[in-house]
Nanobody, 124 residues
Framework: QVQLVESGGGLVQAGGSLRLSCAAS????????VGWFRQVLGKEREFVAA????????NHLDSVKGRFTISRDNAKKTVYLQMNSLRPEDTAVYFC?????????????????WGQGTQVTVSS
């Protein structure tokens, strides 16, 4: 069992930065892939980035490549999403999730555990 709690969201102007954190509890956290998704009210949840269990592989949505970076610290049981050069279209609730199938890392169905989400709002 893994519990996930996101933090670090907030209101920022376009061009600004935020760092989201996903803190996990549970002994087996280091065995899991962790992904970040985002969702706007009325739209489907969208994959943003994922990282393998040891941080050796990452995957980022094309529109965030070069702006967002996912990383993890298994000793702290935390995964981070550094978001730079934020745009108004990045506004959403951001969720972290833990799963086990890298081949389907972009699908929400891959993930067994989800956090409650943190709001990110980017003003123009």
């Amino acid at each position: 069992q893994v519990q996930l709690v996101e933090s670090g969201g907030g209101l920022v102007q376009a061009g600004g930065s935020l760092r989201l954190s996903c803190a996990a509890s549970g002994r087996t956290f280091s065995n899991y892939i962790v992904g970040w998704f985002r969702q706007v009210l009325g739209k489907e949840r969208e994959f943003v980035a994922a990282i393998s269990w040891n941080g050796g592989r990452t995957n980022h949505l094309d529109s965030v490549k070069g702006r967002f970076t996912i990383s993890r610290d298994n000793a702290k049981k935390t995964v981070y999403l550094q978001m730079n050069s934020l745009r108004p279209e990045d506004t959403a609730v951001y969720f972290c999730a833990a799963g086990s199938k890298w081949a389907a890392v972009g699908s929400p169905r891959t993930y067994n555990y989800w956090g409650q989400g943190t709001q990110v709002t980017v003003s123009s």
